[in-house]
């Protein structure tokens, strides 16, 4: 009897452990990182090309959101201080050769390029562009889970000039 029930709580403990260490690995909500607070340089600010807003893509799911402005520079793409978007593992910054991304779907065959990985949830950050990428090829950010290949939000671009 004393067997079974000493079995029963250290099987409790072991369990609650394992699956609390489980979920600081795998769901980085838990401990999220600071808003960011990057600025544009005198430089990245000469010529600003683009413009767009990211949006909730599909408002029945609670999780997978964002919000903000997003601008394109010479060079550079800036995530505006209003940025934010629902934390998850592993998020990108894409520029995608589609406009009206809308679901997980959308980016099936596209060419994207990946800017790299997403430092933060909420705040201003910014990401280098690729020399030689022709930007009017690409009309459209994505952030999008790498991990579980899921849109989490996506920007229409409006170029400028």
């Known amino acids: 009897m ?12 072991l369990g609650t452990g394992f699956g609390t260490a489980l979920g600081f690995f795998l769901f980085p909500y838990v401990f999220p990182p600071p808003p960011a ?6 430089a990245e600010q000469t010529t600003r090309l683009a413009k767009g807003s990211f949006i909730h893509a599909n408002p029945s799911d609670p999780v997978h959101y964002g919000k903000g402005g997003v601008a394109v520079y010479d060079g550079v793409v800036f995530l505006e ?10 998020l990108h ?5 589609k406009q009206g991304v809308r679901s997980s779907a959308d980016l099936a065959d596209a060419k994207f390029v ?3 990985k997403l430092r933060s949830f909420k705040g201003s950050q910014k990401y280098a562009i690729p ?3 022709d930007l009017k090829a690409y009309p ?8 579980f290949g899921v849109l989490i939000s ?3 671009l409006a170029f400028e000039g």
């Open 2 to 13: 004393w067997r079974s029930a000493l079995t029963f709580v250290a099987g409790g403990i």
């Open 37 to 42: 607070t990057e600025q544009l340089t005198a």
């Open 81 to 90: 201080p209003d940025f934010e978007v629902g934390p998850g593992p592993d």
């Open 93 to 97: 910054v894409y520029l995608v050769p």
């Open 114 to 116: 990946d800017l790299g």
């Open 131 to 133: 020399a030689g990428t």
């Open 140 to 147: 459209s950010v994505v952030i999008w889970c790498q991990q």
């Open 154 to 156: 996506p920007a229409d």
